[in-house]
């Protein structure tokens, strides 16, 4: 079964660093860019950052640029999100994703993540 | 910045199509595709590429993108259907963009 599970989510300070892990399974990681999406209580959902299948390119949005780092471990299977810098709209659960397509990054997401809770508070 | 737009809600009857749009500018020379979420649950990809569908969604899932309009069109709409839909496509600058999503309610 293709399976993503996310950790990492908790309560943090505004200001205050998180790391957010995403597990891979059941398909060929490193075959695959993956995504970061966000959703705020309420909200629409929205695009964080995307990295390529080796970790050499990475994109990120504009709200998030110089704050978040993406990056990812292909021998664990494993899709990662520092955090930084972490203010008040950072809080939302945070869903990672797998693209439909290995040979294109941006044509859909098939695959979600059941999200971990990011929550930014003194 | 690129945006998506779609309307707030769309109310449809058990039975009969439901139609949910999404403008942009010259979104038809973009891919477009749908995403189906329920309350507490993680999104489901619905529609690819304008108008593919993946394994497992029903064929009264449909979509097309012309102009700046795409369209995700629900035939035969079953109360399950109920949920929020959001487009999503992609831009050279903004990279992953999504639509504000659009409230599809049963009745």
């Known amino acids: 079964e293709v399976q993503l599970v996310e950790s990492g989510g908790g309560l943090v300070q505004p200001g205050g660093s998180l790391r957010l892990s995403c597990a891979a399974s059941g398909f060929t990681f490193s075959y695959f860019a993956m995504h970061w999406v966000r959703q705020a209580p309420g909200e629409r959902l929205q695009y964080v950052s995307t990295?390529?299948?080796?970790?050499?390119?990475?994109y990120y949005a504009n709200s998030v640029k110089g704050r978040f780092t993406i990056s990812r471990d292909n021998s664990k299977n494993t899709l990662y999100l520092q955090m930084g810098s972490l203010r008040d709209d950072d809080m939302a659960v945070y869903y990672c994703?797998?693209?439909?397509?290995?040979?294109?990054?941006?044509?859909?997401?098939?695959?979600w993540g059941q999200g971990t809770t990011v929550t930014v508070s003194s | 910045s690129y945006e998506l737009t779609q309307p707030l809600s769309v109310s449809v009857s058990p039975g009969q199509t439901a139609s949910i749009t999404c403008s942009g500018d010259?979104?038809?020379?973009?891919?477009v595709c749908w995403y189906q979420q329920k309350p507490g649950q993680s999104p489901v990809l619905v529609i690819y590429q304008d108008n593919k569908r993946p394994s497992g969604i029903p064929e009264r899932f449909s979509g097309s993108n012309s102009g700046n309009t795409a369209t995700l069109t629900i035939s035969g709409t079953q109360a399950l259907d109920e949920a929020d839909y959001y487009c999503q496509a992609w831009d050279r600058n903004t990279y992953v963009v999504f639509g504000g999503g659009t409230k599809l309610t049963v009745l």
């Open positions: 994703a797998k693209p439909y397509s290995s040979s294109s990054y941006w044509d859909g997401m098939d695959v």
């Open positions: 990295i390529n299948s080796n970790g050499d390119i990475t």
């Open positions: 010259k979104l038809g020379d973009k891919y």
